[in-house]
Structures are given as C-alpha cells and as structure tokens.
C-alpha cells in the first residue's frame, strides 16, 4: 500500500508560479511510476507530468516548457513546478504512483489539490 499526499495548490494569477508536492508512504524507489495528471471541471483526468520506467519523464503537450517534474528519493517525493500559469491550468491536481510487483499492477491516488488560476 502507498499513501500519497499532496499540497501546494491555491490561487494564483495568469502568469504566476506554483510548486505542487506530493510525499508517498513508502520509499519511491519501488514504484514503477509517479507523476501528477489533473481533472477540470466537467472533462476526464489526464496525466500532466511523470516519471515512467527508467527516469524518463512524459509531459503532456500544453505544459511543455512550463511546467516541470522533480523528486527528492530521500524524501519520498514528487514535486510539479508550474511556471506561467494560464487559466487552462485550473483543475484538481493528482499525485499518481504505480507499483508494479510479481506482475501485478497496482495504482495509487492521492486526494487531490486545487489549483485556480485568474485571468
């Protein structure tokens, strides 16, 4: 079982910055993947930024360049910096993490922060 917790949403102006952490339970270095993905109002959850096997990181088109992902293993966290935020970035944010273990796939939430952003 992995716990994920998130923080650092709020509102902020078009323009502006914010850096979204997430901190699992466990150490992240058994865990397949982790990133974020986020939900607006009225549309499905996508993924905004991850880390896949290997270290690679995947990011969604429209965040491109910037928004960034991170983590601290010692500290079992995942970080989202979001830079020039637009309106369009407002959503609830999610941590994801996915385990993978004796061929069994298992997918973590956390519950999510907000993040509005003003015209």
């Known amino acids: 079982q992995v716990q994920l917790v998130e923080s650092g949403g709020g509102l902020v102006q078009a323009g502006g910055s914010l850096r979204l952490s997430c901190v699992a339970s466990?150490?992240?270095?058994?865990?397949?993947?982790m990133g974020w993905y986020r939900q607006a109002p009225g549309k499905q959850r996508v993924l905004v930024a991850t880390?896949?096997?290997?270290?690679?990181?995947n990011y969604e088109d429209s965040v491109k360049g910037r928004f960034t992902v991170s983590k601290d293993n010692a500290k079992n966290t995942v970080y989202l910096q979001m830079n020039s935020l637009k309106p369009e970035d407002t959503a609830v944010y999610y941590c994801?993490?996915?385990?993978?273990?004796?061929?069994?796939?298992?997918?973590?939430w956390g519950q999510g922060t907000q993040v509005t952003v003003s015209s």
């Open positions: 466990k150490s992240i270095f058994s865990i397949t993947a």
């Open positions: 994801n993490a996915i385990e993978v273990r004796a061929g069994t796939i298992t997918t973590y």
């Open positions: 880390f896949t096997g290997g270290g690679r990181t």
